[in-house]
């Protein structure tokens, strides 16, 4: 006689997956609002029903076992579909438009999957979408020429928006060009013109090493910035996000070249306006990068 289905319940499986984000189930339980013990015993449930030990402790840490992973994979998805099913059900009804700015590093990589995600949940709201450079849509946010923008500042730096993510900055040259510096000269940039985050904390850690540097290129676009890269013109500096297949990051202690600190990619809202469209198309950018930490390359 075959044995009756178990039903994993949601909650709990919300619970496991916080808790291994979090790298701490005790953490997890504060994030759900739950007493510890009442984690615990959640945990040791959900082992019962898979027959399986889902984590071991490996210091302050957690380590999945096989089935943990599996179950993780599982999970995620399963609480996508609940949270969507929810969302569209609950915001079928969301009407307006949204005037969204972005970098154009996220053009091409992560914004038709976030669109793709938010036009299934929010049928009849419509997206205005604006690819520019930080500063420039930063202040059209101030001006309320766009609701939501997205946009990189320096860590700890005057920030006017929510903080989302930490993103690691690197130096890129044309990918299998065996970059190296040659310290007799000063080491060519290709940078966007000023005013530029990338440009200032490259020629900030340069100056504080001392190395020589010269404008090899410079561009108001970041093709134009790619371009001049891929020819070896020089190097440049951005995050992974969007860099193109043809362009690498390239290790700076072996190319004496100094480490470089990560920038804030912020969301920046225009004041008064709360709308729910608005509102639904923040969360769901803050949640994109929580998935995924920030760190997409396209």
Request: net charge neutral; hydrophobic share 45%.
């Given at each position: 006689?075959?044995?009756?289905?178990?039903?994993?319940?949601?909650?709990?499986?919300?619970t496991?997956?916080?808790?291994?984000?979090?790298?701490?189930?005790?953490?997890?339980?504060?994030?759900?609002?739950?007493?510890?013990?009442?984690?615990?015993?959640?945990?040791?449930?959900l082992?019962?029903?898979?027959?399986?030990?889902?984590?071991?402790?490996?210091?302050?840490?957690?380590?999945?076992?096989?089935?943990?992973?599996?179950?993780?994979?599982?999970?995620?998805?399963?609480?996508?579909?609940?949270d969507?099913?929810?969302?569209?059900?609950?915001n079928?009804?969301?009407?307006?438009s949204?005037?969204?700015?972005?970098?154009?590093?996220?053009?091409?990589?992560?914004?038709?999957?976030?669109?793709e995600?938010f036009?299934?949940?929010?049928?009849?709201?419509?997206?205005?979408?604006?690819?520019d450079?930080?500063?420039?849509?930063?202040?059209?946010?101030?001006?309320g020429?766009l609701?939501?923008?997205?946009?990189?500042?320096?860590?700890?730096?005057?920030?006017?928006g929510?903080?989302?993510?930490?993103?690691?900055?690197?130096?890129?040259?044309?990918?299998?060009?065996?970059?190296t510096?040659?310290?007799s000269?000063?080491?060519?940039?290709v940078?966007f013109?000023?005013?530029?985050?990338?440009?200032?904390?490259a020629?900030?850690?340069?100056?504080?090493?001392?190395?020589a540097?010269?404008?090899?290129?410079?561009?108001?676009s970041?093709?134009?910035?790619?371009?001049?890269?891929?020819?070896?013109?020089?190097?440049?500096?951005?995050?992974?996000?969007?860099?193109?297949?043809?362009?690498?990051?390239?290790?700076?202690?072996?190319?004496?070249?100094?480490?470089?600190?990560?920038?804030?990619?912020?969301?920046?809202?225009?004041?008064?306006?709360?709308?729910?469209?608005v509102?639904?198309?923040?969360?769901?950018?803050s949640?994109?990068?929580?998935?995924?930490?920030?760190?997409?390359?396209?």
């Amino acid at each position: 006689m075959m044995a009756a289905n178990k039903n994993l319940d949601l909650d709990t499986l919300r619970t496991f997956v916080r808790g291994v984000e979090l790298g701490s189930f005790a953490r997890a339980a504060v994030a759900v609002g739950r007493s510890a013990s009442a984690v615990s015993g959640q945990l040791r449930k959900l082992e019962a029903q898979v027959g399986e030990a889902l984590v071991v402790r490996s210091g302050r840490g957690l380590t999945l076992t096989p089935a943990g992973e599996v179950l993780l994979s599982y999970a995620r998805r399963m609480l996508n579909i609940n949270d969507e099913v929810l969302s569209r059900i609950q915001n079928s009804r969301v009407a307006g438009s949204v005037r969204l700015g972005l970098p154009p590093d996220f053009s091409e990589t992560w914004l038709p999957g976030v669109l793709e995600r938010f036009a299934r949940t929010h049928p009849r709201v419509q997206i205005e979408v604006d690819a520019d450079r930080s500063t420039e849509l930063i202040q059209r946010v101030g001006t309320g020429q766009l609701d939501l923008a997205l946009g990189w500042t320096p860590i700890g730096g005057a920030e006017t928006g929510e903080v989302i993510a930490s993103v690691p900055v690197g130096w890129i040259a044309r990918a299998g060009s065996r970059f190296t510096r040659d310290v007799s000269q000063p080491l060519p940039l290709v940078v966007f013109n000023e005013p530029c985050v990338f440009r200032r904390l490259a020629l900030a850690a340069l100056d504080a090493e001392a190395i020589a540097w010269r404008l090899a290129f410079v561009s108001p676009s970041l093709p134009g910035l790619w371009a001049a890269v891929e020819a070896q013109l020089g190097v440049t500096i951005r995050t992974a996000i969007g860099v193109p297949e043809s362009l690498g990051l390239i290790d700076p202690l072996s190319n004496g070249l100094p480490p470089l600190p990560p920038v804030s990619l912020s969301v920046h809202r225009a004041a008064g306006r709360a709308e729910p469209a608005v509102q639904a198309l923040f969360e769901l950018i803050s949640a994109t990068f929580a998935e995924n930490n920030g760190h997409e390359r396209g």
